[in-house]
Structures are given as C-alpha cells and as structure tokens.
C-alpha cells in the first residue's frame, strides 16, 4: 500500500470515530470523484469503466495462466495488455492517480519477459493490493451511483391522462392499503372492498411502468401473477366476518406484492438517492 494510501485511511479513521451532536454513530462512505461519470452512461454510450475492469481481470489470469504452464510469449502479450488498461486508471479518473502503482506494473512486465516465476508472483500479488485498496472503499458506491436504476425517471400513468412519480404513485399504493386496513379493523367492510378496487386499479397501473426498464413480461408475471385472485379473495373475504382469513390475504399481498418488489429495487435506489444529495 502506497504512502498515500496510508494518509487517504487515516483520516478516514479519525472520521469514522467521530459521534455526531444528536450521538447517532457516523458511518463514512467514500464517493468516486466525479470524473468517473464520464465513463458511464449517460455521460458515455458505454460502461467503459466497467468493461475495463473486466478486461484488467481477465488479462491478470491470462499472465497468471501462462506463467504457470510456461508460455512466456504469451504471458509477455498479456503482460502488456495489463499494463496498457492499469494505466488508463489514472487516465480515466486522474483523481485516482495515488490509487495505483505504476512502478509494481513495470516490475511485473520486467519480471514475465525475463521468465522470473517468483518476481512474476510477487509483483502480481503486489499489484493485487491496488486493487482491493482501490475495491474496498470504491466498488459498491460507484456500482450504486453508476449502474442502479434511477426511479426519479420512470413514471406511472394516473388515470386520468396525466402521471405520476414513482414515489408519488407509491404514497396512493400506500394510502389505498391503509384504507382497506382501516376500515377492517373499524367493521366497515363495504368502505374497504371499495378501498381495494381502488388499490387493484393503482396496482394495474404500476404494472404498465414495469416496461420503461423490463423488456420482457417475465418480471412482471412474477409480482403481479398472483395478484388478480389474491384480491378477488380479498373482496369475497370482505363479505363474510373471518377476521383472521381477511388478515392473511392482506399480509399475502403485503409480502407477495409489495416486499418482494420492494427488496428487488427499493434498497438499491435508495442508497443511490442517499448519497447523490
Ligand atoms: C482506482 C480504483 C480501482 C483500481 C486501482 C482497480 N479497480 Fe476494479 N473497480 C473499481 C470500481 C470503482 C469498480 C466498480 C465498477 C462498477 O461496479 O461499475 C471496480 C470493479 C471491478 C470489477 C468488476 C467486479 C464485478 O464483477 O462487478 C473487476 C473484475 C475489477 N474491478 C478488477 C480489477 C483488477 C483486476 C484491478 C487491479 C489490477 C482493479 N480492478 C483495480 C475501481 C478500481
Ligand atoms: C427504473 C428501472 C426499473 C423499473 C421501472 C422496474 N424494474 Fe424491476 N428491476 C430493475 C433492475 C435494474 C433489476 C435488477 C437487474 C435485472 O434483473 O434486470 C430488476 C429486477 C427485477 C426482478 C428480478 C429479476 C427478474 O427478472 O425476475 C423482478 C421480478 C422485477 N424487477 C420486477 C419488476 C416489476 C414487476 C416492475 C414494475 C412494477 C419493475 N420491476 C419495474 C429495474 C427496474
Ligand atoms: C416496482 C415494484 C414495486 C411494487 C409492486 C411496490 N413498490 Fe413501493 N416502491 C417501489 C420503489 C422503486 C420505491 C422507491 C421510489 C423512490 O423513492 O424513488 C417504492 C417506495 C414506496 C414507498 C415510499 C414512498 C415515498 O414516500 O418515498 C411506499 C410507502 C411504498 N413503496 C408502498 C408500497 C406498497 C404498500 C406496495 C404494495 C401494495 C408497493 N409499494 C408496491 C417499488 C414497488
């Protein structure tokens, strides 16, 4: 680990140990500078930065694979390939400069063409390092930022010629729900079979927005699939008094609909949501 990376992890120490003034205990999360958007989309028709970093693990087992079974030549080409995608990390995202050792790169490419197997092992252990340094405070906040879905674009159409957000149409879902809950538990049933035609319906249309992002039907069956006999249960339920039978098709729902989509893509946007302000 360079010395840079050494100062970088001490001061981050000093500020995970710190207590904010309401005493919640912080967690720091590191951001990638924001010249690594460049090589995202939408910045970038590619996921440049991604296809890199399967290129330099590919090229790492390639050196790895020749040098055990004794191809130098090969081992040579694919040592220079390595080289050539390390350095474009600094290239890319100059930020990241202290991030990488140029030095233990050229040691490797030194090591293969001479045919030294434990210079060559050492030197990609070495290099190794620079990678999970880099990983371990790097990887999942730009997978978030970069390559989870974005809710904010995605919209749900009202009903009424116009349409809503995602969390807009959420807080109706939710709304809805409730109602039907309310009005159980205070013995109106009627109120709450109306409650949940209104929730099938807000329902029907979430299901139309699941195409701006899913191509195929496959997703949506595996939420909605069930739904329509869940809630005619649900409403034939509503007739009678069992009070435990309508909670279980209300949970059913809860788990089968709403959690099960909810832990699919909730997590994910939110955390990008959190860290984006
Ligand atoms: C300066 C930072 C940095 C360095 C150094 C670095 N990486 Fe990465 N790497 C990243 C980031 C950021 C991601 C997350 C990209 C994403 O998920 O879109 C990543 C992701 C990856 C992935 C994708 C993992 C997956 O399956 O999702 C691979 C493979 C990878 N890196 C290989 C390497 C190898 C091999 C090296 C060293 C030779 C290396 N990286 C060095 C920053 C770095
Ligand atoms: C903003 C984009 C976006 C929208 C809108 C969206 N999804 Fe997804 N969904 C994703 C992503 C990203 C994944 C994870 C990667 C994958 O599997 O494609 C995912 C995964 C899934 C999965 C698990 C993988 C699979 O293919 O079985 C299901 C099921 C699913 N979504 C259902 C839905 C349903 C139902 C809707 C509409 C109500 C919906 N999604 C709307 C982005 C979206
Ligand atoms: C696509 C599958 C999907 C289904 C099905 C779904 N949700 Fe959501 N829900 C989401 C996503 C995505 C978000 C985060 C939206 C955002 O904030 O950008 C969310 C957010 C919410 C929120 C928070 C809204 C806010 O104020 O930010 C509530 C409440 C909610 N959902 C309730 C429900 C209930 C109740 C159901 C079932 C009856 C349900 N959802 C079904 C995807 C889904």
Same mark, same amino acid.
């Given at each position: 680990m360079s010395s840079n990376r050494w100062r970088a992890l001490a001061v981050s120490f000093l500020i995970v140990a710190m207590v904010s003034a309401a005493g919640a205990k912080e967690v720091v999360v590191r951001l990638p500078p924001e010249s690594l958007a460049n090589w995202y989309k939408p910045d970038n028709e590619r996921q440049v930065w991604l296809?890199? $970093?399967?290129?330099?693990?590919?090229?790492?087992?390639? *050196?790895?694979?020749?040098?055990? +079974?004794? #191809?130098?030549?090969? &081992?040579?080409? %694919? +040592?220079?390939? /390595?080289? #050539?995608? =390390?350095? @474009?990390?600094?290239? $890319?995202? !100059?930020? %990241?400069? *202290?991030?990488?050792? !140029?030095?233990? $790169?050229?040691? /490797?490419?030194?090591?293969?063409?001479?045919?030294? @197997? !434990?210079?060559?092992?050492? &030197?990609?252990?070495?290099?190794?390092?620079?990678?999970?340094?880099?990983?371990? #405070? =790097?990887?999942?906040?730009?997978?978030? /930022? =970069?390559?989870? !879905? &974005?809710?904010?674009?995605?919209?749900?159409? #009202?009903?009424?010629?116009?349409?809503?957000?995602?969390?807009? &149409? $959420?807080r109706e879902i939710s709304r809805s729900l409730n109602h039907v809950k309310i009005a159980l538990k205070d013995g109106f049933p009627r109120q709450a079979q109306s409650a949940v035609a209104t929730l099938r319906s807000e329902l029907d249309r979430l299901s139309g927005s699941c195409a701006s992002c899913h191509r195929d039907s496959a997703p949506r069956e595996r939420i909605f699939g069930g739904m329509p006999d869940l809630l005619n249960n649900l409403h034939t339920e509503l007739e009678g008094a069992d009070r435990s039978a309508q909670g279980r098709l209300l949970g059913e729902l809860g788990v089968t609909v709403c959690a099960r989509c909810h832990s699919l893509h909730r997590t994910l946007g939110d955390l990008r949501d959190e860290i984006e302000r």
């Open positions: 296809h890199t $970093m399967f290129g330099l693990r590919e090229a790492v087992q390639a *050196v790895e694979h020749y040098t055990a +079974s004794g #191809d130098q030549e090969r &081992a040579i080409r %694919w +040592s220079e390939r /390595l080289r #050539d995608l =390390y350095t @474009k990390i600094p290239q $890319m995202v !100059p930020e %990241w400069r *202290v991030e990488v050792e !140029p030095e233990t $790169m050229e040691r /490797l490419v030194i090591a293969v063409r001479t045919g030294d @197997k !434990p210079e060559t092992g050492a &030197a990609l252990r070495r290099l190794d390092t620079t990678c999970d340094g880099c990983h371990s #405070d =790097y990887q999942a906040t730009a997978a978030a /930022l =970069y390559r989870s !879905p &974005a809710y904010s674009e995605v919209l749900v159409t #009202d009903g009424q010629n116009g349409s809503a957000t995602y969390p807009e &149409a $959420m």
